[in-house]
């Protein structure tokens, strides 16, 4: 009602004479839309938010003059290390961010912790190397690898070149992704070339035990207080032959939270989604479907939703499921990967319409979503929050920079959207805060500033998969987080100006 009051206006401006003061209430009507612009900031919150955008504008006014120096409109792994020095990327890591909504179970750590387990984890770790092919890596009891496989620890010495070669195998990061990468399909065969290495790692149980408490400790030191992950449901092994199965892996998982908890108090907690394969036949989803109730029977508090992950243009999309997922409708909530993707009015594109039908209360990626302004409302009317995930679009080359993405529409309109980190240790990267500072620099007007952010923030506790108490609580303590986080700023401020 408000911006249509003020759109009014601006139509009576329009026979006026005054040209200066049309243009700058259009522009104001406009930035009105947008995400958290009309949140009304106290004093100090005001003054805090001078302080973020005089940050901002630095860094645009930089890059408008020299745009090869605007860090968001480069390749994400030139500048990667760049943007770690970036003002406007050191506050956006101070920002209480609430939660962290779409995440995978393999690849949630960081890229340089998951490298380092190779290292801890070394006694039993045995590998073949055999160049050119890659790295194989496996862990056995002394006496039972394969025969030619040989300790890592022997392989280093064998091979000053051997971790350059493994680390490369465990990412995505390349110095010159502009010749590596061409399409999206080259970055999803990347992806897939990594699982021989990768998995036997992380599905070595003290690794993956390790990895996951690490994970909840990048987010924590992004503040980030809370995590919603999709999960397969990985062969976990180890040296004693233990047996893991799926009750065991969840209760693994909720173990190692608690075990965060009791180090972190003031962690809130992680809830699970399952997330298997799109690229199967509909017995194997009626499978999945069966496994998923007798989980969500044991373990109601923590399994929270249901989803079908992997390379949608390549995979089954939604509609060749129906009649299975219909039998989950009202039994429990979908968070649907949909619209990953450039192509419009293919099956992949249209996931995005059985997402809706049936119900998702999130979006994985929505990338193709701005292709169908129906659906664009009835996300809004319904709440349906939109995953922005922007590095992994990017290094996906669904878009080639940020400003082209389709987040700045969704941001601009103020689509229900919360930014979301995907699968750091493929990126090579930790945490949140590149997704956000890339969201924030490359997807939003010049002038939004610490409201944008404030929302963002909100809009992670309000579309989470929490009960509406535990949503109340939560909310209250972030906004015990922001009220401090207020106070830092300012205090910080003014240390820099008695210096
Ligand atoms: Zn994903």
Redesign the pocket.
Known sequence: MRGFVVLSCFLVLCAAVDYEADRKLLIDVSLRRSIGYELQLTPNEIEADDIFLSLKYAELDEGFVNPKKFLVAQHFYEVRHNITESEVFKFIKKVPKGTAL???DLFMVSGDFFFNMTYKYADNLYVLDNPPNDIRVGFFNAGEQPSSWVLISSARENSSTFDVRLRSQLTLVVWNPKLVYNDTDDVWNRFRSTFPSTIPLITYQPIFKDCFYQALKELYEDNVKYLEF?GLFPQLYDLNNTAYDKDTLMQLYIDTTQEFINDFPDFWGTRFIY?PSRNVNQSVVQQYIDDFLELQAKFPDFVVGFDL?DQEDKGRPLADFIPQLQQLQNKTNFFF?AG?SDWFGEPTDENLFDAILLGTKRI??GFALIKYTLLMEMVKEKGIAI?L?PI?NLIGILVNEARNHPGTYYIANNLPVVI?H??PTIWGTKGVNYDWYVAFMGMTHRDNGLGTLKQLAINSIQYSAMTDDQKSVAMNKWQADWDQFIQEVLAEDNQLVIV
């Open positions: 779409h995440a995978h999709r997330g992950t990967h990953e994985g990626h995953e995930s992994s979301c995907d699968d």
